[in-house]
């Protein structure tokens, strides 16, 4: 079953500029990951960010969670070319997450324009 | 050095065929998935084995069969392919059979099936 979806589906800035995308979940969770994926590679982890925290950065992200309305955020500032991938954010099946597996949603595809 | 690595890259084979793609972590982790991204970029959880021992098998036709034959190495198995195969399909690890842990991903294997 799905339990995060992410928003937009896609969107497309110009470089330099911020990029925003939001997650959505349904069940409580432990910890929330966001993860990039280029055109025709594989999933890379991005930042993990655990139920008792409401904030985390890492280089040019900011990660914030929100665990009264089930959401969060991934902010992309100054944003480059080389950003642009589909985004996804992945938390614990419902029930947790003792077998290791993550739960995925869509994912926002992000083009940055030179 | 390759993390997670799967062979074929790109495997086409023709309705009812039987094949197979492997992968190889280098890692030292304890545990390996197997996810399937289709059309829509949706990916989806379908095997996770902890030291080789099978802990979630999805909802999968059981057409698809994992072998692990050491905690390096996760192959996925296929009889009788259908056309609703075709798809990438991920090879990820992570250090443990729980959900704080990020997922390492190998570069994927697209699948199409004729």
């Known amino acids: 079953s799905q339990q995060g979806e992410e928003d937009p589906q896609a969107l497309s800035i110009q470089e330099g500029e911020n990029a925003t995308m939001n997650c959505s979940y349904k069940?409580?969770?432990?910890?929330l990951q966001w993860y990039r994926q280029n055109s025709g590679r594989g999933l890379v982890h991005l930042i993990l960010i655990r139920s008792n925290e409401r904030e985390k950065h890492s280089g040019r992200l900011r990660v914030t969670l929100d665990t009264s309305k089930k959401s969060s955020s991934l902010l992309i500032t100054a944003s480059r070319a080389a950003d642009t991938a589909s985004y996804f954010c992945a938390t614990p099946p419902p029930g947790g997450g003792s077998q290791g597996n993550l739960i995925f949603g869509k994912g926002t595809k992000l083009s940055v324009k030179p | 050095d390759t993390a997670v690595s799967q062979t074929p890259k790109y495997l086409v084979t023709q309705m009812g065929n039987d094949k197979s793609i492997k992968c190889e972590q280098n890692?030292?982790?304890?545990?390996m998935y197997w996810y399937k991204q289709d059309s829509k970029k949706f990916l989806k959880i379908m095997f996770s084995?902890?030291?080789?021992?099978?802990?979630i098998n999805e909802t999968v036709p059981n057409r698809f069969s994992p072998k692990s034959p050491d905690k390096a190495h996760l192959n996925l198995h296929i009889n009788s392919l259908e056309l609703g195969d075709s798809a990438v399909y991920f090879c990820?690890?992570?250090?443990?059979?729980?959900?704080?842990?990020?997922?390492?991903f190998g570069p994927g294997t697209r699948l199409t099936v004729l």
């Open positions: 069940t409580s969770i432990n910890n």
């Open positions: 084995y902890n030291n080789k021992e099978l802990i």
């Open positions: 890692l030292g982790h304890d545990t």
């Open positions: 990820a690890s992570s250090p443990r059979d729980y959900s704080y842990n990020e997922q390492f």
